[in-house]
Nanobody
Framework: QVQLVESGGGLVQPGGSLRLSCAASGGAFSNYAMGWFRQAPGKEREFVAAISWGAILTDYIDSAKGRFTISRDNAKNTVYLQMNSLKPEDTAVYYC?????????????????WGQGTQVTVSS
């Protein structure tokens, strides 16, 4: 069983930056593909970014490409989401997720474990 705890959310002005962190415990972190998802009020949860085991592969939703960067530090059991040039439409609760993976993959679905989420609000 993997436990995931997100941090780093907050209120930021449009054009600003935030770095989200997700600390994992209780499992072999390096064996998991990791992902970030978000859910805005009144909307379904959506995929944002994913990274494979050894950070060989990454994948992003189109609206995040060029602005967000996902990374991981297996020594610290932590995955990050660096978010730059934030827009009001990025406002959402951001969730970290872990997926058991037997192949190298940056997955958009099929995640096994989820964190509680961290609120990101982009507003002037």
């Amino acid at each position: 069983q993997v436990q995931l705890v997100e941090s780093g959310g907050g209120l930021v002005q449009p054009g600003g930056s935030l770095r989200l962190s997700c600390a994992a415990s209780g499992g072999a972190f390096s064996n998991y593909a990791m992902g970030w998802f978000r859910q805005a009020p009144g909307k379904e949860r959506e995929f944002v970014a994913a990274i494979s085991w050894g950070a060989i592969l990454t994948d992003y939703i189109d609206s995040a490409k060029g602005r967000f960067t996902i990374s991981r530090d297996n020594a610290k059991n932590t995955v990050y989401l660096q978010m730059n040039s934030l827009k009001p439409e990025d406002t959402a609760v951001y969730y970290c997720a872990a997926k058991r993976a037997t192949t190298v993959q940056a997955a958009r679905s099929g995640y096994d474990f989820w964190g509680q989420g961290t609120q990101v609000t982009v507003s002037s």
